[in-house]
């Protein structure tokens, strides 16, 4: 039986006009350097962006976006009831020490790289059932804090394979309320957890590509809508290696992707930047959504897009113990304000 | 302005009639041994409950009291539509192996030793808004894999300070769904974080109990509610030291808990058992609360209760590197079936 917001069993539907009211993001020195850069709001020239440690680094930007995605929104801090985040950090410490610096409760979420997008998910079931009038969403990650916590100590320089990712540094955030001017969220298709036995930590785009097509082909079918219904239909970070998987297990599904389908981990660097396979981290999907998308569906050039955030659910204590990395993604539909 | 379900900012009020519909727990030795055994549903006479590893036997538990929850329920793992799950390790690890076992949607999420309330109130309101019919919650912990995690190596043996508690070995998971004959799910407050600048990661009592005096003191201001409409009010973990000053401090705010006050890390073992100030962990709140609580509701010799689960929100690098604990509780209002 399904409940009232339900489409299929992983979509919800929202019934009221739910929108982004405002969205922000800051990022560090490399993705400052990208092709991106006009679209951000913040651009930090070094990795500890004037704080004395990379993970205060992290959460300062974190603090940047919430508050410039609130003062963008027209709203002060008191009138969020609620801030949904996220990030890679054990124990989620950049979303928790930012929190203590917001007057605002806090919904902690965790679901690695996805987690851009599950905020927004449940930050937007929560206001259109009425359980807030103002939510924000955010997430952040930090390529040092990532590479010392998951891999080897950054100064060591440990060489990567080719198909290794780069670790976005950056955080956005969304401010979601009803009614207003800004692009409207439409739906949310919540992912299960796919494990297909990949083990190697580097691999991330392989391991990851298979859940976002579990939740891309649930989505078509939920809505019954196909990937043509869309301008714009992004992964999170899948990289160069897990693109092409994704686009060709889409085909054997009959889901033809390749006219309107991008990768934000391919977007916010440019082929010539070093960054192996392409961009990672919960950063990657939350500023590229937060700043190019937002901006797009402001101006109405695009009207249509799905962000589909990826998530590699992994710990080292997990990967060195011998085990596969189970993954995760969720996506949220997004629309322009008028349709043309 | 007030959206719907809100009753203050900070509390919400379910509308339709949302209950528990089966709740199971599993154990390891130690709680086995202590004065709720008869209480859980599984008991394991070890602390690798059958598994090759801690971190196996700690998502094992997690498994069974979800499956033995559903189980109790009357449904099939299929007709369930979200699992709402958290836990202490890194990347929260038990909760996503966990959830790749079940052919269910993960929403993950981290509140530290708040998570078992954290998910039921997230559900909760899920299942009053019709996002799904069926969720279930859950969270877990291990006395080894947290203690080498957050402090030293398990074999070292550490010595421990008195104030220290006992990392909860276990997990608890509840369904939640509409109608039926179990207890009901009235209110939840979302919690703040609040950090009193304590910096000792053992004295977290101390650093706990603020928060939890700031959601219950704001769940009695939003409901209109007193401690004396409860029959039985729990903390989750804060142990002897945290629940003498959580009294303390609720009495200056003119809110009398002692009549109907207790702490689930008090509950859960007996005076003579070697466990410091009392137990910790997210499973200390949800072992406690999805048995021994979840049975008096159903016998009607509680008629209302309140828990309030409290979580640290610190990591080893957070606290290693001179920062304070920052803290968090939320609560949830429980009823039995038939008021008489």
């Known amino acids: 039986m399904k409940a009232q917001h339900q489409c299929g069993r992983q979509t919800w539907k929202f019934l009221h006009d739910i929108r982004i009211q ?32 990379w993970e205060k680094a992290e959460r300062y930007m974190m603090y940047q976006a919430v508050q410039t995605a609130i003062k963008k929104s027209n709203l002060l801090e008191s009138e969020i009831d609620i801030v949904l985040a996220g990030d890679l950090l054990n124990q989620t410490i950049s979303s928790n020490f930012t929190a203590s610096q ?15 997008m599950e905020t927004l998910s449940v930050g937007a079931a929560l206001i259109d059932a009425g359980y807030a009038s103002y939510i924000i969403a955010t997430c952040s990650s930090h390529n040092c804090t990532a590479e010392k916590q998951f891999r080897y100590p950054t100064e060591y320089g440990g060489q990567k394979p080719e ?5 976005v540094t950056g955080a956005g955030a969304a401010v979601v309320g009803r009614g207003g001017a800004g692009p409207r969220i439409t739906h949310a298709t919540i992912g299960k957890v796919v494990d297909m036995g990949i083990k190697d930590p580097f691999d991330m785009g392989s391991a990851m590509a298979p859940a976002a097509v579990d939740t891309l082909s649930t ?36 889901f033809e992707m390749t006219p309107v389908y991008n990768d934000c981990g391919l977007m ?73």
């Open 102 to 116: 917001l007057n605002i409760p806090l919904i902690g979420m965790f679901g690695a790289c996805s987690t851009s």
């Open 219 to 254: 989505h078509f079918r939920d809505t019954d809508r196909m990937p043509s219904d869309y301008d714009l239909i992004v992964t999170g970070d899948l990289g160069k290696v897990g693109y092409a998987i994704l686009k060709d297990e889409m085909k054997d599904l009959a």
């Open 268 to 340: 916010i660097y440019s082929p010539d930047q070093q960054v192996f396979s392409g961009g990672s981290g919960c950063a990657s999907s939350a500023v590229v959504t937060y700043s190019y998308i937002m901006n797009r569906l402001r101006e109405g050039s695009i009207k249509r897009a799905l962000v589909c955030a990826t998530g590699a659910l992994f710990s080292p204590v997990s990967y060195q113990q011998g085990e596969s990395i189970p993954c995760i993604a969720h996506a949220v539909a997004l629309e322009a304000v008028e349709e043309v």
């Open 22 to 53: 405002g969205s922000a993001v800051a990022v560090g020195p490399l993705e400052g350097e990208g092709p991106l850069a006009a679209e951000f709001d913040h651009i930090h020239p070094d990795m500890y962006a004037g704080q004395a440690s």
């Open 163 to 167: 198909y290794a990712q780069w670790t």
